[in-house]
């Protein structure tokens, strides 16, 4: 059954509110604990009992840190980066150009520092050397250090490895092959020997852990090693920019990482979350929309290795001005963004949207901004999604998926197959290589293989509602309570809210697509709300010229600080007409 009746929304979407499991479960919650039933309907959500809701809401890391050695090689590597240091060997670092990357990289650095220790970072150009160790970047630097340590990045990488000609440890989360890399230990949670316990782990978090091993090895010698909570800020950053899901210990990385990036002691977020307007104490939301894009554009259209230096520097003017920089290359990346993404929408709706993979691909389409497009075309489509550029022989692609489709198996099988040049990801994102010849095959045996999967069946996503509120009920202490239900991000949504029967006192166009709005219940209650890229569809012209016609509106709420005063605010997501025209 439709939430509130609506069948086909603005967006063309059927709204569905919660199971009567879920509802049932939230009620015994209420009446069990005494806490807010919104609060409930989110524990009930995540499968939380009257038991269980004390250790959700205060998330421990004592308790759900796992121990480090029940990683496969964690020892190894752990025993392997401390003789590096003890005998002063020589240390580089390779590391991915991702947000994680950075961050892996940054909490290394960082922990060598505080040991007196130094290592040379490595960040390859994306576009001259594409993702991972590469045969002569790893033979360079196994020419001038004894240890390689390769963070979020080197699982599939065999013969860059055996090229390298000094020790390498690798600390990753990617998917895994058949075979490992021959190295000193490959630390991965989805090496394919491993028990999938800990598969949700980004490669920061594998990193953090790799290092709690290593000062417990320390205190095993009688010494001590550096505060590892003062780096818990790294480590919740990379789980929410690599979207890894926000379970397990997960929540409590991100959790009280956020209390650490709160007291603004590393230089680098502090000075990006100035450059970003960031005036309030960061939430979960901030890391992935304010802060991470903008690590992010220096290895999609900049320096690499500029993100990553940003997070290690100590020096606040340093940090200044290399925050500075990443903002300027995150609105070269937009407006880069906007060009390709509006080619490729324009080529993927002529190939056809209701096939159970959307892909396009052009020529200079800019490597860096790929993955991004191809997340815009998947969120669109409700399908997963790959865009490629191409350039010469060969195209450099990147893919996102939606929930229960696995796209990383996928493209590790095509590059099995010899379909790709390379390939591999997780299960909700991926990267390929494919030569320009063999381009439209690979996408159309992926498109099999996702079908396979149940790619392709529906048409645009149903849109979830956690419940209904009034305007006069949604309060700035409301939302404080609902916090404690967080962090809100993958694999754990913040709670979404439909406005029934709500009247649109005033609306405006803001920039080239975005809609601010008010509305209120006629009781004198009174909300505003934001809706991203109205105009882009049909919501923006019907609610801007709703002519007095009264709406249902869903979305999720938010505080809005403005001049030391705090209001509450809708993100509207999506809206219907609330009565039959």
């Known amino acids: 059954m439709s939430y509130l009746g609506v069948e086909h929304s603005l967006s063309g979407r059927r709204w569905l509110g919660p199971s009567v499991e879920i509802d049932r479960a939230s009620e015994a919650l209420t009446q069990a604990t ?8 989110i524990l009930a959500r995540a499968g939380i009992d009257a038991a269980g809701c004390e250790a959700y809401l205060a998330p421990s890391l004592r308790e759900l840190l796992p121990d480090p050695r029940s990683l496969k090689d964690m020892e ?51 576009i001259d050397e ?78 953090f852990l790799m290092l709690v091993e290593v000062n417990r090895q320390m205190r095993a010698k009688g010494t001590r090693g550096p505060d590892l909570m003062a780096m818990l800020d790294l480590v919740a950053l990379a789980t929410v920019a690599d979207v890894a899901p926000l379970i397990g210990v997960n929540r409590a990385l991100v959790r009280q990482g956020l209390r650490v990036m709160a ?89 056809g949207l209701d096939g159970p993979l959307v892909w396009a691909a052009g020529e200079g389409w800019h490597p860096g901004v790929v993955g991004i497009v191809a997340a815009r075309l998947k969120e669109l489509t409700n399908r997963p999604a790959v865009v490629i550029g191409l350039e010469g022989g060969e195209g450099k692609g990147s893919g996102r998926s939606v929930a229960g489709v696995d796209l990383g198996a996928s493209i590790q099988r095509l ?14 994102a991926a990267g390929l290589t494919v030569g320009r010849d063999r381009l439209e095959p690979a996408m159309e045996r992926l498109g099999e293989l996702l079908a396979r999967q149940g790619a392709g069946m529906g048409g645009p996503a149903d849109l979830r509602i956690d419940g209904v509120l009034m305007p006069g009920g949604a309060s700035v202490e409301l939302l404080r309570r609902i916090e404690d239900a967080g962090p809100f991000g ?40 934001i809706c991203f890229g109205a105009f882009d569809g049909p919501m923006g012209s019907e609610l801007a010229g709703h002519g007095g016609r009264r709406f249902h509106l869903a979305g999720r709420l938010e505080v809005n600080d403005w001049n030391g005063r705090q209001s509450v605010q809708l993100k509207l997501e999506d809206a219907a007409p609330a009565e039959r025209r």
């Not at 005494?34 to 309907?41: E, N, P, S, V």
């Open 490 to 529: 993958a694999g754990a949504p913040a709670p979404r809210f439909a406005f029934p029967d709500v009247a649109i006192s005033f609306a405006k166009q803001v920039g080239e697509s975005h809609l601010k709005l008010g509305f209120g219940d006629g009781l004198g209650a009174r909300i505003d709300a």
């Open 263 to 351: 007291r603004r002691d590393r230089p680098g977020l502090a000075a990006l979350a100035d450059v970003g307007r960031l005036n309030t104490a960061p939430a979960a939301y901030h890391l992935g929309y304010v802060l991470g894009p903008r690590i992010n554009a220096g290895g999609r259209v900049g320096r690499a290795d500029l993100g990553a230096r940003l997070l290690a520097t100590t020096d606040p003017h340093e940090a200044r001005a290399m925050a500075e920089r990443l903002d300027q290359f995150n609105a070269e990346r937009r407006e880069i963004e906007g060009e390709v993404q509006a080619a490729a929408l324009a080529q993927a709706e002529a190939r």
């Open 415 to 428: 590059a099995a197959e010899g379909l790709l040049i390379k390939g591999g990801g997780h299960k909700m």
């Open 130 to 207: 594409g993702y991972g160790p590469n045969i002569p970047a790893m033979q360079a630097l196994g020419a001038e250090h004894d240890l390689i340590v390769c963070v979020d990045c080197g699982t599939l990488s065999h013969e860059p490895v055996a090229a390298a000609g000094c020790d390498v440890v690798i600390l990753d989360h990617h998917l895994g092959g058949e075979t490992l890399p021959d190295c000193v230990a490959c630390v991965n949670p989805n090496r394919q020997d491993e028990s999938g316990d800990l598969a949700h782990l980004c490669a920061a978090a594998v990193v």
């Open 34 to 41: 005494g806490l807010d039933r919104a609060i409930c309907q």
């Open 76 to 126: 190894t590597a752990a025993a392997r980066v401390l003789r590096a240091v003890e005998r002063r060997e020589r240390i580089a670092i390779f590391a991915d150009y991702d947000v994680d990357g950075g961050a892996s990289a940054a909490l290394l650095l960082d922990w060598l520092r505080q040991m007196g220790r130094q290592a040379t970072l490595y960040i390859p150009d994306r």
